[in-house]
């Protein structure tokens, strides 16, 4: 099967970008938090899991400016289980993480993360995230990763 996308010894579905190990997947719609993290599982994927700068570049470099200021897209994680003790979807703890200054700040009971990307240019990937109530209705970005390769 051959896709832009196949730099690679597997191949991510169409609309699903290559990163390392895994697949991405960037929505054009809006969820809740929760209903955005079965969408992906659906997919067999899950909403992403950022472990380091690399991974946190290169989605950043992929979301879609789609209005001019704020654009913000839920990834995988919460503190919904304990206020403050922020967990990735897979149920490991977060370690680090790139909050924008100030977050999280659980600033309206605020127990799910969103990146943000705008236009401003001294926005830094690295200092991106925010804590935001998980009702609100937005797009999302899922991870699925790529079968081992030795699983053949
Ligand atoms: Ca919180
Ligand atoms: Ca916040």
């Not at 010894?9 to 209903?35: A, G, H, Q, V």
């Not at 380091?52 to 879609?64: D, K, P, R």
């Not at 919904?80 to 993480?97: F, I, P, R």
Request: charged residues 20%; contains cysteine.
């Amino acid at each position: 099967v051959s896709s832009a996308f196949n730099h690679h010894s597997w191949t991510c579905l169409p609309d699903w970008l290559p990163f390392e190990d895994s697949c991405y997947f960037i929505s054009t719609m809006n969820r809740i938090w929760k209903n955005s993290q079965e969408f992906c599982a659906e997919r067999g994927g899950h909403l992403a899991i950022i472990h380091t700068a690399e991974e946190q570049y290169i989605i950043m470099e992929s979301l879609f400016i789609i209005i001019c200021h704020w654009n913000a897209y839920w990834f995988g994680i919460s503190d919904e289980k304990l206020e403050g003790s922020w967990q990735w979807v897979d149920g490991t703890e977060l370690v680090g993480g790139f909050w924008e200054v100030g977050e999280p700040n659980n600033h309206i009971n605020e127990d799910c993360g969103y990146i943000v990307k705008t236009q401003v240019l001294s926005r830094k990937p690295t200092s991106s995230w925010y804590d935001a109530p998980c009702s609100m209705s937005l797009p999302f970005i899922c991870e699925k990763e790529v079968p081992s390769k030795t699983a053949v």
